[in-house]
């Protein structure tokens, strides 16, 4: 019988592939492990630097509350503004845009007035000579900078309290300015009747009044230049003859930018009311400064006037006695000088000679003190005598007394004394053209 035994034998291939796979595991969790504590080592490390860093660093104050004015200027300088809203003087936002039509450059209406009420004839942007200016508003651009405005949360536009102001000296005025500012033919032309005549009914010799006759000057002055250049007579010589009221420098400088050309054309028109005050208007601006003395003579304003002084009365009326003391002014040119040394004396003579009218006699004598020296004059003509009417009493003006050199008041006597023993303690200083410079 035979007995069947058993062998136990042990699979050697299950044992490598467990012992591999334990091998496996305990690598992977040792390198788990390792990076953990790599990142522990790490995290240490930075904590430590930010307390080292908070150690050397003194305490942070807490921010102050910023104001209004404040926030709104810190928005604005970090919104970026385009550069066509930018105003090319300021560097702000145009609130007003305009066009320098001569350039074609776009600037701020109230800036651009300023620049040039100081004097300058160059356009900002490019430095070219205007010898006319002329602005037109661009509203399709006032809209789109308001638009961005609102969406950038930035402030936009001019608190215009004129109306108010305007409607306490009188309530009809908003309505009269509107109306020429909107209105057009004889609608816009009787309501620069009714202001025109508003303005010569005001006492402007009593502040309140003054003020009054500025602040109504100012809200129709673009309007007025608007109807120098493009109304029909009449509505041109009512706005020569508003423009005319304007006595303050930054007034006549704006005036002389932008409406000495239309003057010297309208001096000539051949409507009387129209060539009176555009005379008045250009005695005005002949004495804003040198650079609108030479606008003038380049557009030929002092021969114009030479003609109206050669004229008869009746045909200009009392635009010869402007026109001449116009001339005196302009003499400070030395072009328009040179002009009027030449064809000027006998104009001037015959209107001084033969003249009835006072104030004539009084501004041709200004004239050919301020053109001629004492030999240049001829017979007939004594400087004595040109000064004794060049310097005659108001009341002489007013045909209170028939001598010029008789009814002056003791404010003419005294500044009449003051101006004389001036010029004798320092005439052997002066030239001849120098003297002439101070009758004017």
Same mark, same amino acid.
């Given at each position: 019988?035979?007995i069947? !035994?058993?062998?136990? !034998?042990?699979d050697?291939?299950?044992?490598?592939?467990?012992?591999?796979?334990?091998?496996?595991?305990?690598?992977?969790?040792?390198?788990?492990?390792?990076?953990?504590?790599?990142?522990? *080592?790490?995290?240490?490390?930075?904590?430590?630097?930010?307390?080292?860093?908070q150690?050397?660093?003194?305490?942070?104050k807490?921010p102050?509350?910023n104001?209004?004015?404040d926030?709104?200027?810190?928005?604005?300088?970090?919104?970026?503004?385009?550069?066509?809203?930018?105003?090319?003087? !300021?560097?702000?936002?145009?609130?007003?845009?305009?066009?320098?039509?001569?350039?074609?450059?776009?600037?701020c209406?109230?800036?651009?007035?300023?620049?040039?009420?100081?004097?300058? =004839?160059?356009?900002?942007? !490019?430095?070219?000579?205007? +010898?006319?200016?002329?602005?037109?508003?661009?509203?399709?651009?006032?809209?789109?900078i308001?638009?961005?405005?609102?969406?950038?949360?930035?402030?936009?536009?001019?608190e215009?309290?004129?109306?108010?102001?305007?409607?306490?000296?009188?309530? +009809?005025?908003?309505?009269?300015?509107? *109306?020429?500012?909107?209105?057009?033919?004889?609608?816009?032309?009787? $309501?620069?009747?009714?202001?025109?005549?508003f303005l010569?009914?005001?006492?402007?010799?009593?502040?309140?009044?003054?003020?009054?006759?500025?602040?109504? =000057?100012?809200?129709?002055?673009?309007?007025?230049?608007?109807?120098?250049?493009?109304?029909?007579?009449?509505?041109q010589?009512?706005?020569?003859?508003?423009a005319?009221?304007?006595?303050? *420098?930054?007034?006549?400088?704006?005036?002389? $930018?932008?409406?000495t050309?239309p003057?010297?054309?309208? *001096?000539?028109?051949?409507?009387?009311?129209?060539?009176?005050?555009?005379?008045?208007?250009?005695?005005?601006?002949?004495?804003?400064?040198?650079?609108?003395?030479?606008?003038?003579?380049?557009?030929?304003?002092?021969?114009?006037?030479?003609?109206?002084?050669?004229?008869?009365?009746?045909?200009?009326?009392?635009?010869?006695?402007?026109?001449?003391?116009?001339?005196?002014?302009?003499a400070?040119?030395a072009?328009?000088?040179?002009?009027?040394?030449?064809?000027?004396?006998?104009?001037?003579?015959?209107?001084?000679?033969?003249?009835?009218?006072r104030?004539?006699?009084?501004?041709?004598?200004? $004239?050919?003190?301020?053109?001629?020296?004492?030999?240049?004059?001829?017979?007939?003509?004594?400087?004595?005598?040109?000064?004794?009417?060049?310097?005659?009493?108001?009341?002489w003006?007013?045909?209170?007394?028939?001598?010029p050199?008789?009814?002056?008041?003791?404010q003419?006597?005294?500044?009449?004394?003051?101006f004389?023993?001036?010029?004798? +303690?320092?005439?052997?200083?002066?030239?001849?053209?120098?003297?002439?410079?101070l009758?004017?």
């Amino acid at each position: 019988m035979v007995i069947a !035994t058993q062998t136990n !034998t042990f699979d050697w291939n299950s044992i490598h592939v467990s012992l591999g796979s334990a091998t496996i595991c305990i690598g992977a969790i040792s390198y788990i492990g390792y990076q953990f504590w790599k990142l522990k *080592c790490r995290a240490n490390e930075a904590l430590a630097r930010q307390e080292s860093f908070q150690a050397r660093t003194p305490p942070r104050k807490e921010p102050q509350p910023n104001t209004p004015d404040d926030d709104a200027g810190l928005y604005e300088l970090e919104t970026e503004i385009p550069d066509e809203f930018k105003d090319p003087i !300021t560097l702000g936002i145009i609130q007003d845009p305009v066009i320098l039509c001569p350039t074609g450059q776009v600037y701020c209406y109230s800036t651009l007035r300023q620049w040039f009420a100081t004097g300058n =004839r160059l356009c900002p942007r !490019t430095n070219i000579t205007l +010898n006319d200016v002329q602005v037109t508003r661009a509203p399709w651009l006032r809209q789109m900078i308001k638009e961005f405005c609102e969406t950038k949360g930035l402030e936009f536009g001019l608190e215009d309290i004129s109306k108010q102001r305007l409607a306490e000296i009188d309530a +009809n005025l908003p309505g009269w300015i509107t *109306c020429i500012s909107s209105d057009s033919g004889p609608r816009r032309m009787h $309501a620069v009747s009714l202001v025109y005549n508003f303005l010569r009914s005001l006492d402007v010799q009593q502040p309140e009044k003054a003020m009054a006759h500025k602040l109504i =000057r100012s809200a129709v002055l673009d309007d007025m230049v608007w109807l120098l250049r493009y109304g029909d007579p009449h509505s041109q010589g009512l706005a020569a003859s508003i423009a005319a009221y304007c006595d303050t *420098c930054e007034e006549v400088q704006w005036l002389s $930018a932008v409406a000495t050309i239309p003057a010297v054309v309208l *001096c000539s028109s051949p409507n009387t009311y129209t060539s009176q005050a555009a005379t008045r208007l250009l005695y005005n601006l002949a004495r804003a400064g040198p650079s609108t003395r030479t606008m003038i003579g380049q557009a030929g304003g002092h021969k114009s006037l030479l003609n109206i002084v050669c004229t008869e009365r009746s045909t200009y009326g009392y635009s010869r006695e402007r026109a001449a003391g116009t001339l005196a002014a302009l003499a400070k040119d030395a072009d328009i000088l040179v002009y009027l040394k030449e064809h000027a004396f006998t104009p001037l003579r015959n209107l001084f000679i033969s003249s009835d009218d006072r104030w004539e006699k009084r501004e041709s004598a200004s $004239a050919l003190l301020k053109i001629f020296k004492q030999e240049e004059l001829g017979e007939g003509l004594s400087t004595n005598d040109l000064l004794e009417h060049w310097w005659c009493s108001s009341a002489w003006l007013l045909g209170g007394v028939s001598d010029p050199s008789q009814g002056h008041t003791l404010q003419e006597v005294e500044a009449r004394s003051s101006f004389e023993a001036w010029l004798e +303690n320092t005439a052997e200083q002066m030239t001849d053209h120098m003297i002439r410079d101070l009758i004017t």
